[in-house]
Structures are given as structure tokens and as C-alpha cells.
């Protein structure tokens, strides 16, 4: 399984961005089953910012709560992170995460990363 990320990119504050990140390689008949974002700031650990689950369940920082919107697509094995009002503060690499590769009780792989897409927020 491959993760590619994109829409990262320039923005001032108060600005918006949307993050896409799409799952390639998943083999018909499996799933994945939590998708999402993680950021790491410069001398900082990475962070989880938000995810979702198949499911639709969600869970978001607290620092991003009532800015940040996570979605997924499951037929496209693709989750997008919508970020509104942003801060300085949110200036980081972000990341995305696919927690497990499954079919019913058989786990494929687990633990996928993306590569980094930058997310820079400055006037």
C-alpha cells in the first residue's frame, strides 16, 4: 500500500487549505481501517491531528477542533482533511496514516506512512 498526499502549500493566516491523501495497491475485497493525519513542526514530535475511522468515526487534536474537518472516501481508499482558519501554529509537514490493512479478521499490514506534504502559514 502507497499513501500519496498533496494539497500542502503557502497560505496566510485565517486562509484555508484541503489535504487529499489516496490509498494505492489495496487489493479488492480489503480494507483499511482508520485513515489519517499526523504533523511534525520543526523540533517537534509528530502529532496526530485527526483521523477517521471506516466506520465515521472521527478524532481530532484539540488544538484543531472546529477548524479542521476529516473525511474519507471508502471506495477510493482516500481521506481528506479540510483545514479553515489557520494558525501560524499549524505550520508543519503533514502527514498521512493508514492504521491496518484487513479482510474480517486477517490483518495484511499495518502502520503505512505517506510522505510529507508542507503546510506553511505566514502573512
Known amino acids: 500500500v502507497q499513501l500519496q498526499a498533496s494539497g500542502g502549500g503557502l497560505v496566510q493566516p485565517g486562509g484555508s487549505l484541503r489535504l487529499s491523501c489516496a490509498a494505492s495497491?489495496?487489493?479488492?475485497?480489503?480494507?483499511?481501517?482508520?485513515m489519517g493525519w499526523y504533523r511534525q513542526a520543526p523540533g517537534k514530535l509528530r502529532e496526530l491531528v485527526a483521523n477517521a475511522t471506516r466506520g465515521g468515526s472521527t478524532n481530532y487534536a484539540d488544538s484543531v477542533k472546529g477548524r479542521f474537518t476529516i473525511s474519507r472516501d471508502n471506495a477510493k481508499n482516500t481521506v481528506y482533511l479540510q483545514m479553515n482558519n489557520l494558525e501560524a501554529e499549524d505550520t508543519a509537514v503533514y502527514y498521512c496514516?493508514?492504521?491496518?490493512?484487513?479482510?474480517?479478521?486477517?490483518?495484511?499490514?499495518?502502520?503505512?506512512w505517506g510522505k510529507g506534504t508542507q503546510v506553511t502559514v505566514s502573512s
Open positions: 496514516n493508514a492504521d491496518r490493512l484487513y479482510y474480517r479478521d486477517i490483518t495484511y499490514g499495518t502502520n503505512y
Open positions: 495497491g489495496v487489493r479488492f475485497g480489503r480494507f483499511i481501517s482508520v
